[in-house]
């Protein structure tokens, strides 16, 4: 028999060990969203993003130069790649990529510290699965990205999360105010004095000043009075009446009940994407149940910034309660429902606290199943879909659904010809008096520059008579060789806001049918070309 020794495995460190699987998860992260990256176009959300970019890369400032209620991070973001890769449709989707798999791994460490492995990589899963689908350039990703870096570090690091409020404000403003009210009440409610009364200070100060200095620059272009009247009134006072949506819960899609087989293939989808808002909605509330029933703040306090956060985000849902606004309170709520659940496993020794942490908990383990379930048949559902190359120079591969992916880029060939590089086109909707999405990627596409300040499709705001009359203006100045129609029942869909009614005012249709004729038609996109004079 061999006296040889036989070799031992040896095991990494902690700190090793969780940093392997880190770099694991992230890149399976980047690997699952990577899959569907290049699937699907939007022809409004897609193409406001991409149309601010193109402005801001070739000089002009938002706010005084295009009208946009966006913050600036993320135009300014794309309009950086832009100068540096040209028109693309591909650069947004790898920046979305990397973030949505940040996101993910934020959440598996966030809700590592209170959960066991086995619920943090659960958290994880469902926030990757909910940041995969819908797919967009939206400021939001990184926003969230940078949330969840200041949960992770204001315990410790208050400045730096400080820094990462600020960086979180120049994305989407509503996550950096409640990102900052939940680090402050958290903060407060520290037992340790000095804690209290240097941390706090710490993190304003820092979070203001950093949100200053991204945001002066822009400002002190596009002037003051401009970029309230857009960043704050705006959003803060006519969003809601026009982009509101009610709260889903009577499900009024297809339902096939012909068979079991029926249903899984016609209806399961439907059904779980449906009343994903409201089990995402009632699991945090669950999750959060169980935490404060179980508080203690000794070790507990620093669980309130999630919950507070997890309140500004269920706020951002309810606003437009739609599947593009779902994923943030999915991946707040993951991470709570873990820590939830393994409160509930750990066992609660005061009576009063054993009831509403045990119901709590079981209302946040459905919703954790309810959002990984929904996410992989969402995911293999995209995966089945057909699709086709787009076919314009900017789409750099990109496939869209056959028949959308076939009239687009003949209709985009078509105003390339028509319009020499330099000449401006005009996109519309359907009608001018009711507008529910636009079609500004179509300017992406062709290459061609709009000669109007309005790429953004805001009902109550392009269908009003002084922005009519202005846009009407700027047509009649540039008289562009082509105007392009997208005729689609989303341009002016029935929503029950709003956006979906009347506003009675026809000026720029009217000045069209004068002023253009119909050329062509690829599917929903009617080419419109200048009237011979006398006809």
């Known amino acids: 028999m061999s006296t040889e020794a036989v070799p031992v495995a040896k095991e990494l460190p902690d700190g090793r060990r969780q940093l392997v699987l880190a770099g694991v998860l992230f890149a399976a ?24 970019a193109a402005r801001i890369a070739g000089g002009e400032v938002p706010y005084r130069d295009f009208w946009w209620y966006y913050p600036p991070g993320q135009p300014y973001l794309l309009a950086g790649l832009w100068k540096l890769t040209g028109p693309s449709l591909l650069d947004w989707r790898i920046v979305r990529v990397l973030a949505d798999a940040t996101v993910a791994l934020l959440a598996w460490r966030l809700a590592s510290r209170r959960a066991p492995a086995g619920l943090a990589l659960a958290a994880w899963l469902a926030a990757l699965l909910a940041m995969a689908y819908p797919s967009g350039p939206h400021p939001f990703p990184l926003a969230l990205a940078f949330a969840l870096g200041a949960l992770l570090l204001f315990e410790r690091h208050p400045a730096w999360a400080g820094l990462l409020v600020g960086l979180c404000a120049a994305w989407r403003i509503e996550f950096a105010a409640y990102l900052g009210l939940a680090l402050v009440l958290a903060l407060a409610l520290s037992t340790e004095p000095d804690r209290r009364r240097r941390a706090i200070p710490r993190l304003v100060l820092v979070a203001l000043a950093g949100a200053a200095l991204l945001y002066l620059p822009v400002v002190a272009q596009a002037g003051l009075g401009n970029s309230w009247d857009l960043l704050i009134r705006y959003p803060a006072t006519e969003f ?14 297809p339902l096939n009940t012909s068979s079991l087989g029926g249903f899984l293939s016609d209806s399961a989808e439907n059904l779980l994407a449906w009343w994903l808002p409201l089990v995402a909605l009632a699991g945090f509330a669950g999750s959060a149940l169980a935490l404060l029933a179980s508080f203690r703040r000794q070790q507990d306090w620093p669980v309130i910034a999630t919950l507070v956060f997890g309140v500004g985000m269920a706020h951002y849902l309810l606003v437009r309660a739609d599947i593009f606004h779902t994923a943030p309170l999915v991946v707040v709520g993951s991470v709570a429902g873990a820590w939830a659940i393994a409160t509930w496993r750990g066992g609660d020794r005061r009576p009063a606290a054993a009831v509403p942490v045990a119901a709590g908990a079981l209302v946040a383990a459905f919703a954790l199943a309810w959002s990984i379930v929904e996410g992989l048949d969402r995911q293999w559902l995209l995966l089945r879909t057909p699709v ?3 076919s314009a120079p900017a789409a750099d591969g990109v496939r869209a659904e056959p028949r959308l992916a076939a009239s687009l880029s003949r209709a985009v060939a078509d105003a390339r010809r028509l319009a ?55 047509l009649e100045a540039a008289r562009p060789p082509v105007v392009v129609r997208w005729d689609s029942p989303l341009t002016a869909a029935p ?23 119909p050329s062509a038609r690829y599917g929903d996109w009617v080419v419109l070309t200048p009237r011979r004079p006398g006809t």
Do not use: K, W
């Open 29 to 52: 992260g980047v690997a699952v969203c990577a899959l569907t990256m290049m699937r699907g176009i939007q022809p409004n959300d897609e193409g406001l993003m991409l149309q601010a």
């Open 240 to 253: 809601g009446d026009y982009q509101s949506l009610p709260f889903p819960i009577a499900y009024d899609g």
């Open 388 to 390: 086709a190359s787009v």
């Open 420 to 474: 020499a590089p330099g000449e401006p086109i005009y996109v519309m909707g359907r009608r001018a008096d009711i507008t529910t999405a636009g079609a500004p990627l179509f300017y992406v596409l062709a290459e061609r520059h709009n000669p109007t300040r309005y790429d953004i499709a805001a009902p109550g705001v392009v269908t009003s008579l002084p922005v009519q009359r202005e846009i009407v203006g700027d």
């Open 495 to 517: 929503e029950p806001n709003r956006s979906g009614r009347s506003s009675g005012v026809r000026l720029l249709d009217d000045y069209i049918d004068s002023r253009y004729r």
